[in-house]
């Protein structure tokens, strides 16, 4: 496999490209502050007349996203549109699931996932279908400490939707655990679970929908290879690795990646982004 080349900034890897889907958490914001840079960056490629989605696994609606964005220093200049798991959450509890009785396993600033929907929360005996968005409390919690809930759960049999695939994600210094590192634990019990989100396809339809571009003209940005480079290559995308994300920790100093740890993660992973660079800047 060809080595994937250190590249200066986002204006680099543009060539053939008019569109960009950007992940959010680990490439524009660590869950605590914006990165200025990542946010002049989308500014710039917006001005010079590309289009931007913001595609994220965020369990809640694209309206809450937008808020918690603004909150953190990301304003609504640096994108075109979100598209979000949450999203094709609801869409998918509105089509298939109306009057149902579901658990919710999650923390309750997801609750927006829920508002308005014809659905009724009920207790762990009583539900016909699990919802995960989380843990609780990610703060001091771990997906074992879940273990007894979900072998009860699975052994019922309940279906399962995952409203964000990802295991952990970036906030400040720590990396915290997410819905997806419940779901496996569900599956790894017995449990069949419904992943929305990056890397699976619909999430991608949307997003395509919502830029109006080509697959092969569209630049993923991402700090995940299991969901965001994964999922490029896997739909047609080209892709950008952003290492100073989840994975930073593989590749040395945080700022100054190695080029030689990033080849040989990416070469494990059968994955061959653009380029790659430690924060997402012009």
């Known amino acids: ?44 490629a917006r001005a010079q007349g590309l289009r931007v989605v913001l595609v994220s696994n965020a369990p809640v609606p694209a309206g809450t996203v937008a808020e918690r964005l603004a909150a953190l220093g990301v304003p609504g200049t640096a994108y075109d549109g979100i598209v979000t798991s949450g999203d094709l ?40 279908l699990v919802v995960c968005t989380g843990l609780h409390d990610d703060t001091r919690e771990t997906p074992e400490d879940y273990d007894a809930r979900l072998k009860a759960l699975a052994a019922r049999g309940l279906p399962m939707l995952c409203a ?21 634990r569900y599956e790894e019990h017995g449990g069949t679970v419904t992943q929305l989100g990056k890397p699976h396809k619909a999430i991608y339809d949307a997003a395509l929908q919502a830029l109006g571009t080509a697959p092969g003209a569209t630049l993923a940005l991402g700090d995940s290879a299991m969901t965001d480079l994964a999922g490029a290559a896997e739909h047609g995308l080209q892709a950008l690795f952003v290492t100073g994300g989840i994975h930073a920790g593989l590749f040395g100093a945080p700022e100054a990646p190695d080029p030689g740890k990033v080849a040989a993660f990416l070469t494990e992973k059968k994955l061959k982004p653009r380029g790659f660079l430690a924060r997402l800047v012009w």
């Open 1 to 44: 496999m060809t080595a994937v080349p250190p590249l200066s900034g986002l204006s680099a890897a543009l060539e053939g490209i008019e569109g960009l889907f950007c992940d959010i958490w680990g490439v524009l914001h660590n869950g605590e502050a914006a990165w200025p840079g990542a946010v002049a960056a989308l500014q710039r």
């Open 164 to 184: 964000n695939p990802d295991l952990v994600v970036e906030r400040g210094e720590r990396l915290i655990f997410c819905a997806g590192a419940l779901a496996r």
């Open 89 to 128: 959450t609801r869409a998918g509890l509105e089509r298939d699931h109306p009057g149902a009785k579901i658990v919710h396993i999650g923390a309750p600033r997801d609750m927006p996932l829920l508002d308005g929907l014809d659905i009724h929360r009920v207790g762990d005996d009583d539900g016909a």
